[in-house]
């Protein structure tokens, strides 16, 4: 079954404990992305890639690192949380125009 | 970088016609989409156009779309209040990288 998978789907931390979200896709997708949503701002990029090795800004990257090292996986790292990264975050992977979500994960930062 | 463009609210009497508008940005966009979120849940895609086409239907679900002045909307038929959620509006733009609106909010009163 074609499907994005994002790991943890919730989680509570505190501020400036390292955290990873994982993101992988099962289609060999060469696009992926993350975003955040937040009320009444939609949905934010973070971080998109376009291939292997091949990542760029989005529109709110500060405070986020991403990988690509392998085309299935492209991990969200927050290296020093804070509390305005307290967020519903989805994964995307394309191939042309069939887009795929992941469920979302839902982190909240004290 | 510029924003794809939705009014933030609609609201419609059960059995009406909706119309959702979408300004986009990028005149090479190559997909634009519509997605559907319910509260508490993940993004769920209701369609998609080509940017080849004009018009695209499917079922209760009409999408038309304007190159030249890049505007795309999506018109609901015979709205039910199980169509109350938050539409988003969605690029691609001519880089690859996948773009949103803020979303409107449709709400359907009986």
């Known amino acids: 079954e074609a499907q994005v998978t994002q790991n943890p789907r919730y989680l509570i931390t505190v501020t400036g404990k390292k955290l990873t979200v994982t993101c992988s896709q099962n289609?060999?997708?060469?696009?992926m992305s993350w975003y955040r949503q937040d009320p009444g701002l939609g949905l934010r990029q973070i971080y998109y890639s376009m291939n292997v090795e091949v990542t760029d800004k989005g529109d709110v990257p500060e405070g986020y690192k991403v990988s690509r090292k392998e085309k299935r996986n492209f991990p969200l790292i927050l290296e020093s949380p804070s509390p305005n990264q307290t967020s519903l975050y989805f994964c995307?992977?394309?191939?042309?125009?069939?887009?795929?979500f992941g469920e979302g994960s839902r982190l909240t930062v004290l | 970088g510029e924003d794809v463009e939705q009014s933030l609210f609609l609201s419609v009497r059960e059995g009406d016609s909706s119309v959702i508008n979408c300004t986009y940005t990028?005149?090479?966009?190559?997909?634009l989409y519509w997605y559907k979120q319910e509260p508490g849940a993940g993004l769920q895609l209701l369609t998609y156009i080509f940017s080849n086409m004009d018009m695209k239907q499917d079922q209760r679900l009409t999408v038309l779309l304007n190159k030249k002045d890049k505007h795309l909307s999506l018109r609901i038929a015979d709205t039910q209040t199980g169509d109350s959620a938050i539409y988003f509006c969605?690029?691609?733009?001519?880089?690859?990288?996948?773009?949103f609106g803020k979303g409107t909010k449709l709400s359907v009163k009986p």
């Open positions: 289609m060999n997708h060469e696009y």
């Open positions: 990028d005149s090479s966009s190559t997909y």
């Open positions: 995307a992977s394309r191939l042309g125009g069939e887009l795929f």
């Open positions: 969605a690029e691609i733009r001519s880089q690859g990288n996948l773009i």
